[in-house]
C-alpha cells in the first residue's frame, strides 16, 4: 500500500534560519506529491505540489523537488519567518485511484523564534 | 468563496452517545471527502462522495460509522455508540468536478469520548 513517512518534530528555529523537513514515500503507483500546511485553528492549507518526477514545487519561499531515485520530497526554506510556525504535512495521491484519496504522513511541527 | 464549513466545531460527549457532524462543501464543487486526524498524527481517509453517491469507504469506517450526502449538497457523518477511541478530530474537504488536487479542507470538528 501506500505510504509517508516525514521527520519527527517539533522542529525548532531562529528566524532566518534554513528550513528543511524530510519526507520519503511509498507507493504502488504513479504518485502525485503534496506539502499541506495547517496552521493553529485552521484548516489544511495545499503549500505545494509536484506530479511528476524531478517537477519542482514551490510557493512563498517554499520548494520542494520530485525524488523518484530515492522516493523523496522534502521540504525546504531558506529563510523562515515567525509566521511559518505552523505544522507541514507530506502527503500522496496515486493517480491510478480514481477517487484521488491523499495519504498523509504524521506531520511535523515547526516553531520559529523571533 | 465561503470555503468548506464544518458544524459543530467542538463536540463533548458521554461513551455511548450518538453523534452527528455536518459539512458544507463550496457549492460547485461536486466531491466531498471525510478524513479522522487523532493527535499527534496525519489525516486518515475515511470515505468519499461524488455528488449525492458514496464511491468509496476506509476499512477504518466501522459498522458505527455511517456518512450521508442527500442530494449532492451538504453531508452528515454520524458516530453511532461512541467510543473513546472514537475521539479525534473530523475533517471534510471538497474538490471541484474532474477531481483533481484542488481540495478545500474545512477547519473540523473536534470530538472528545468521556
Known amino acids: 500500500g501506500n505510504s509517508v513517512t516525514q521527520m519527527e518534530g517539533p522542529v525548532t528555529l531562529s528566524e532566518e534560519a534554513f528550513l528543511t523537513i524530510n519526507c520519503t514515500y511509498t507507493?504502488?503507483?504513479?504518485?502525485?506529491l503534496f506539502w499541506y500546511v495547517q496552521y493553529p485553528g485552521e484548516g489544511l492549507q495545499l503549500l505545494l505540489k509536484a506530479t511528476k518526477a524531478d517537477d519542482k514545487g514551490s510557493n512563498k519561499g517554499f520548494e520542494a523537488t520530485y525524488r523518484k531515485e530515492t522516493t523523496s520530497f522534502h521540504l525546504e526554506k531558506g529563510s523562515v519567518q515567525v509566521s511559518d510556525s505552523a505544522v507541514y504535512f507530506c502527503a500522496l495521491s496515486d493517480v491510478l485511484n480514481a477517487g484521488n484519496m491523499l495519504t498523509f504522513g504524521g506531520g511535523t511541527r515547526l516553531m520559529v523564534k523571533p | 468563496d465561503t470555503g468548506v464549513s464544518q458544524d459543530p466545531r467542538h463536540k463533548i460527549t458521554k461513551r455511548g452517545q450518538n453523534v452527528t457532524f455536518r459539512c458544507d462543501p463550496i457549492?460547485?464543487?461536486?466531491?466531498l471527502y471525510w478524513y479522522r486526524q487523532t493527535l499527534g498524527q496525519g489525516p486518515e481517509f475515511l470515505t468519499y462522495f461524488q455528488n449525492e453517491a458514496q464511491l468509496e469507504k476506509s476499512r477504518l469506517l466501522s459498522d458505527r460509522f455511517s456518512a450521508e450526502r442527500p442530494k449532492g449538497s451538504f453531508s452528515t457523518l454520524e458516530i453511532q455508540r461512541t467510543e473513546q477511541g472514537d475521539s479525534a478530530m473530523y475533517l471534510c474537504?471538497?474538490?471541484?468536478?474532474?477531481?483533481?488536487?484542488?481540495?478545500?479542507f474545512g477547519s473540523g470538528t473536534r470530538l472528545t469520548v468521556v
Open positions: 474537504a471538497s474538490t471541484p468536478p474532474g477531481g483533481g488536487y484542488g481540495y478545500t
Open positions: 457549492s460547485e464543487h461536486n466531491r
Open positions: 507507493a504502488t503507483g504513479y504518485p502525485s
